[in-house]
């Protein structure tokens, strides 16, 4: 195979491709180009051939035909070696092009704009990029095709290692390369028009899903399991993919679940002091305060043990104080918006396998959006829970207070992360400071989860605030009756018998929200006014399965 002789350059994401052309000229590389990559390189100094002039046909259309002609596909397409081909290309006047370096137009970063028209998106479907693109990765065998900056250096290396051409085993990388991209183009690309076409049938619009190579990861939820991360960059909210990583060693599989957990469940408190703190992907801490330092503490309050070698997610910048409330404490992951220079410097310095992750953008309260999981043979795809209540309505005898509400809210946002079924008690411990006592997970019924775990949960931990507050002058039976007196209950949801109700009233509760709904709605009810309960009707289920 010879040196590569001519490159096609015409990129939308410009970055490095200067630099690209210029070395590619050092290395007697003829440049084709079109348009604004064609000026930019001009500009650059260097000597540029239009494609205009290289095919003898001009530009038309307002640039949508440029690239469409059988001296740049013949060009990219036809077999080096194969007799048949070269005579074709001599006898059409068909010069070879031996690389492309080509990027798409940003139909994605397009439609991720609040108020884009149909017609703006449309403009940004790219024709001549994947046509191109295409014919170069598909004679892999003698066209090396660049759709990534990234890849830039890379093909320079090759080059001089090997006196100008480029090796197979990286074309052939690069050739996949641009199929996984054209594929995650084309599928944003439909599904996007399936969601302006969407209709009230019972199919719903179509599915296309298509990432580009992985990152792999040490192994999966156990070591015997391989596992990889695959990152959806048309994501624009703060996410754990996203997040870059400060300091600490790799992330495992378990890391990225939990994380994903605890952001999902601070995004509940964005604009607030918030922390959320999760084991195994349910939150066994969470909490508002005055501050983040005082949120944090609050949250670890709410399960000490748990804590141990958990994933912690927070709403603001981690400051100092916030990050001495880690000392002799052991968690495997802190994610934040940010880090104060001392914070950072503290917290790489207590530890070097904690890891420390920022944010790439503002954490914003959850937006709506597809929520996906896979099954065997399939997916199974729903809109992310972002809603808390339907309505607010009290039918029992005795009176929801109007300053619980905002208590009640965010215990509702507590239990909507806790897996069903779920159980969460909240408490005030401070003005706008609210933190999550006790949780029951998972159980195959209600009673369980309040019973045996939520209750449980939240007089371990008021018996260890009776301990570190050393209240005088009362019990610690009596401190956990008055505390718990000023509890919310939470159910994700609907109560179907009344038992739950009875083991609420043995433990002092006298405030409850659930989403109604059961066919026993008037017995649940009833027993709640037989214990003097207030009781709230929300009229939106939080399952999480």
């Known amino acids: 195979m010879t040196p590569i002789q001519r490159a096609l350059i015409s990129v939308s994401d410009k970055s490095g491709v200067v630099d690209f052309a210029t070395r590619l000229a050092e290395r007697g590389v003829e440049l084709l180009s079109t348009g604004g990559t064609a000026r930019a390189l001009?500009?650059?100094?260097?000597?540029?051939?239009?494609?205009?002039?290289?095919?003898?046909?001009?530009?038309?259309?307002?640039?949508?035909?440029?690239?469409?002609?059988?001296?740049?596909?013949?060009?990219?397409?036809?077999?080096?070696?194969?007799?048949?081909?070269?005579?074709?290309?001599?006898?059409?006047?068909?010069?070879?092009?031996?690389?492309?370096?080509?990027?798409?137009?940003?139909?994605?970063?397009?439609?991720?704009?609040?108020?884009?028209?149909?017609?703006?998106?449309?403009?940004?479907?790219?024709?001549?990029?994947?046509?191109?693109?295409?014919?170069?990765?598909?004679?892999?065998?003698?066209?090396?095709?660049?759709?990534?900056?990234?890849?830039?250096?890379?093909?320079?290396?090759?080059?001089?290692?090997?006196?100008?051409?480029?090796?197979?085993?990286?074309?052939?990388?690069?050739?996949?390369?641009?199929?996984?991209?054209?594929?995650?183009?084309?599928?944003?690309?439909?599904?996007?028009?399936?969601?302006?076409?969407?209709?009230?049938?019972?199919?719903?619009?179509?599915?296309?899903?298509?990432?580009?190579?992985?990152?792999?990861?040490?192994?999966?939820?156990?070591?015997?399991?391989?596992?990889?991360?695959?990152?959806?960059?048309?994501?624009?909210?703060?996410?754990?993919?996203?997040?870059?990583?400060?300091?600490?060693?790799?992330?495992?599989?378990?890391?990225?679940?939990?994380?994903?957990?605890?952001?999902?469940?601070?995004?509940?408190?964005?604009g607030a002091p918030g922390v959320a703190i999760i084991k195994h992907s349910n939150p066994c801490g969470y909490a508002t305060g005055q501050t983040l330092s005082e949120a944090f503490e609050a949250a670890w309050a709410g399960d000490p043990v748990s804590a141990f070698g958990s994933v912690i997610a927070v709403t603001q910048p981690i400051d100092l104080a916030t990050a001495e409330r880690l000392k002799g404490r052991f968690v495997e992951v802190l994610i934040a918006p940010d880090y104060e220079p001392d914070a950072l410097d503290y917290l790489r310095h207590k530890s070097k396998d904690l890891r420390l992750l920022k944010l790439p953008v503002p954490l914003r309260s959850p937006s709506h959006g597809p929520a996906i999981r896979q099954i065997g043979g399939g997916l199974l795809v729903q809109d992310r829970d972002v809603g808390l209540v339907e309505n607010w309505v009290t039918p029992t005898e005795h009176p929801f207070p109007d300053e619980m509400r905002p208590l009640a809210e965010f215990g509702i946002k507590a239990c909507k992360h806790i897996k069903s079924n779920a159980i969460a008690l909240v408490r005030a411990y401070g003005p706008r400071a609210y933190a999550l006592l006790g949780m029951g997970a998972g159980q195959p019924n209600r009673v369980d989860a309040l019973r045996k775990l939520a209750f449980v949960r939240a007089s371990e931990n008021l018996d260890q605030l009776f301990s570190?507050?050393?209240?005088?002058?009362?019990?610690?039976?009596?401190?956990?009756?008055?505390?718990?007196?000023?509890?919310?209950?939470?159910?994700?949801?609907?109560?179907?018998?009344?038992?739950?109700?009875?083991?609420?009233?043995?433990?002092?509760?006298?405030?409850?929200?659930?989403?109604?709904?059961?066919?026993?709605?008037?017995?649940?009810v009833a027993a709640c006014d037989r214990y003097g309960i207030a009781m709230v009707f929300t009229g939106m289920r939080h399952f999480r399965h």
Not at 470 to 484: H, I, T, W
Request: proline share 4%.
């Open 42 to 270: 001009r500009e650059a100094g260097l000597t540029v051939t239009d494609v205009s002039d290289f095919t003898g046909f001009p530009e038309m259309l307002d640039g949508r035909v440029k690239t469409l002609h059988p001296k740049v596909h013949g060009g990219l397409l036809y077999l080096r070696g194969n007799a048949e081909h070269e005579a074709t290309a001599r006898a059409h006047n068909i010069a070879p092009i031996d690389l492309v370096c080509v990027n798409l137009y940003p139909f994605e970063a397009t439609i991720a704009q609040a108020d884009v028209t149909f017609e703006e998106a449309v403009e940004q479907i790219d024709i001549g990029g994947p046509a191109m693109l295409r014919s170069a990765a598909k004679n892999m065998r003698s066209v090396t095709v660049v759709s990534d900056p990234r890849d830039y250096q890379r093909v320079l290396e090759t080059m001089d290692a090997e006196g100008g051409q480029t090796t197979l085993e990286l074309r052939v990388e690069l050739a996949q390369k641009v199929f996984a991209r054209l594929a995650a183009y084309n599928g944003a690309i439909a599904t996007y028009l399936a969601q302006q076409s969407a209709t009230s049938t019972a199919q719903t619009p179509p599915l296309i899903l298509a990432y580009g190579a992985g990152q792999r990861l040490r192994y999966g939820e156990n070591p015997h399991q391989e596992a990889g991360l695959y990152i959806d960059r048309s994501v624009t909210e703060a996410c754990i993919a996203h997040a870059e990583q400060l300091h600490g060693k790799e992330l495992s599989f378990n890391n990225y679940l939990d994380g994903d957990a605890a952001l999902e469940a601070v995004r509940e408190l964005a």
């Open 468 to 524: 570190t507050d050393k209240v005088y002058g009362k019990s610690p039976q009596e401190f956990r009756a008055e505390l718990l007196q000023e509890c919310v209950l939470i159910s994700d949801a609907f109560f179907p018998f009344a038992d739950s109700i009875e083991h609420a009233a043995e433990g002092g509760i006298r405030y409850i929200v659930q989403p109604g709904g059961s066919k026993r709605d008037e017995e649940v």
